[in-house]
């Protein structure tokens, strides 16, 4: 059975830094792209940051670009998201998400496995 499970959310103040985690078990996703994606209450999920496989090229909402950082582990079964000065509108449930073929990085319907998500609480 695949499971992706996150963990390091939490509430933080404007201004600060969270982890968040996600762990891939099931399968080896040694050759799956791997993103986070984050879904605010009303709104629809949206595309945060995505990696390849190797974990060399990575991509990023404009939103957040210049203060999230998407890495992976060196097993390649875990991959990270660094947040940095972080905002209220930051606020969401942070979703990660694999697959092993994407042609849109940013389409949310690319991805065929998805954790359960963990909730981030930006105050003012």
């Known amino acids: 059975q695949v499971q992706l499970v996150e963990s390091g959310g939490g509430l933080v103040q404007a201004g600060g830094s969270l982890t968040l985690s996600c762990a891939a078990s099931?399968?080896?996703?040694?050759?799956?792209?791997m993103a986070w994606f984050r879904q605010a209450p009303g709104k629809e999920r949206e595309f945060v940051a995505h990696i390849n496989w190797s974990g060399v090229n990575t991509d990023y909402a404009d939103s957040v670009k210049g203060r999230f950082t998407i890495s992976r582990g060196n097993a390649k079964n875990t991959v990270y998201l660094q947040m940095n000065s972080l905002k209220p509108e930051d606020t969401a449930v942070y979703y990660c998400?694999?697959?092993?073929?994407?042609?849109?990085?940013?389409?949310?319907?690319?991805?065929?496995?998805w954790g359960q998500g963990t909730q981030v609480t930006v105050s003012s």
């Open positions: 099931g399968r080896t996703f040694l050759s799956y792209a």
């Open positions: 998400a694999a697959d092993p073929h994407i042609i849109n990085i940013k389409a949310a319907y690319e991805y065929d496995y």
